[in-house]
């Protein structure tokens, strides 16, 4: 009887110390205050576009608190050779470069080389006389408020892309090949200042050359090529060693191939793939579209703009500076696409705290300052489908733990 009452409240009394144990014990690991389940859901979501072969391959990253919560690749660089994505693949990243010329411009305005109100013909005087084209008149106009350096950080300058089939300006655009990349910037301004402006500077948000514009005018005002004022001001402090205007050649075998959806819904690589740009040196250094990178580079400069311009002891642009990059700087009445908001070079998102822009092959970021949380996605698809990287940012947001 005496062994028995012993058992018996030894297995109780070790029922209820698993039980407290249990108790205490969080249902999943949650890292850097974000659910572990949720970000497995990210993770898995990712792999189904992989899968199910709408794309080739996907790198993310998200780092919250200088720390890095998910690191993650899927799928193929390239295809053909079965390379896969890897940490250290080279990915084209187009129009986020913009984020990068407008990082590079504002450290000369932490140097007291410009305002943003400045008339952009102060500096470039090729635009002081371009006419702005009214397309109810059909006449050419004066601009009535000068273009300034925040309109072009802003792309409210009234210059264009050329993608408008039913604009005469860019039309323009498209016979003189003003947003090509066959000549040096130098060549290319002139080009854009001697056709006329689409809308008044400071009356219109219109994605465009703006941030070429304002990639020349590092240039103007340093001295310097943009290449290499970059890989100086940005690139080195910030160690993104793998990010440029073009891929050295002992960089080739880690660039990610650029697929396209074939008629037959299967990914479509190059014919040949040695023909590509961005394998040679290039000559016109395009601000607004021009670099490639990694992930782990760009996740760099990413965090350097949550840090409020500093990194690893590297000091980049005073935390103000990064203030303005990243709340709306749009001329009043002037909206981004359906009533949104817009930093310098790059929109912003008041509401939630975000930062961000995305690139013509479907690459993306965003720079939450609310949660300091920076989260990346790139693949490699042209024409331009960020749907994998907004799911993904949807459920790592969701991951946050409050």
């Known amino acids: 009887m005496k062994k028995f009452i012993f058992r018996f409240f030894y297995l109780a009394g070790t029922i209820l110390i698993l039980a407290a144990c249990t108790a205490n014990k969080p249902a999943t690991e949650n890292v850097a205050g974000l659910s572990a389940d949720s970000l497995a859901v990210a993770t898995s979501l990712m792999q189904q576009y992989v899968d199910s072969g709408k794309l080739a391959g996907i790198s993310v990253m998200v780092i919250r608190n200088n720390e890095t919560v998910l690191r993650k690749n899927f799928g193929y660089a390239d295809i053909q050779n079965q390379k896969p994505v890897e940490d250290k693949t080279i990915f084209r990243i187009f129009s986020m470069t913009k984020p990068i010329t407008a990082v590079a411009l504002m450290t000369l305005y932490d140097e007291g080389k410009f305002k943003l109100d400045d008339k952009v013909a ?26 300034t350096i925040r309109h072009l950080l802003t792309h409210t300058s009234g210059l264009t892309y050329g993608w408008d089939q039913k604009s005469y300006v860019d039309s323009l655009y498209r016979v003189t090949g003003a947003s090509g990349w066959d000549a040096p910037l130098a060549d290319k301004i002139k ?46 402090p910030l160690k993104m060693d793998d990010t440029g205007f073009f891929v050295p050649e002992d960089k080739h075998n880690r660039f990610a191939v650029l697929y396209t959806m074939g008629e037959n819904g299967v990914l479509k690589g190059p014919e040949n793939p040695d023909n590509d740009n961005f394998k040679k040196p290039v000559v016109l250094f395009s601000g607004g579209g021009g670099l490639v990178s990694t992930i782990d580079d760009y996740a760099r400069f990413a965090r350097m703009l949550l840090n409020g311009g500093e990194l690893d002891g590297a000091r980049i642009l005073k935390d103000s500076t990064v203030e303005m990059i990243m709340t709306n700087q749009l001329p009043a009445g002037v909206d981004y696409e359906n009533g949104g908001s817009y930093g310098l070079g790059g929109s912003v998102n008041p509401e939630k705290g975000f930062y961000g822009w995305s690139g013509a092959a479907s690459t993306h970021f965003v720079a939450d300052k609310k949660n300091n949380m920076a989260i990346i996605a790139f693949t490699q698809l042209m024409p331009f489908n960020i749907e994998y990287a907004l799911k993904f940012v949807e459920k790592v947001e969701g991951a946050v733990i409050h």
């Not at 102060?122 to 273009?147: G, R, S």
């Open 122 to 147: 102060d500096f470039i005087p090729e635009f002081a006389e371009t006419k702005v084209y009214n397309a109810e008149t059909k006449t050419l106009e004066p601009q009535a408020t000068p273009m």
């Open 191 to 236: 080009i854009l200042a001697g056709i006329p402006l689409k809308h008044q500077p400071g009356t219109r948000y219109e994605y465009s050359v703006s941030i070429d514009v304002a990639g020349y005018l590092v240039e103007v005002i340093s001295g310097k090529p943009l290449d290499v004022f970059m890989k100086e001001k940005v690139f080195d």
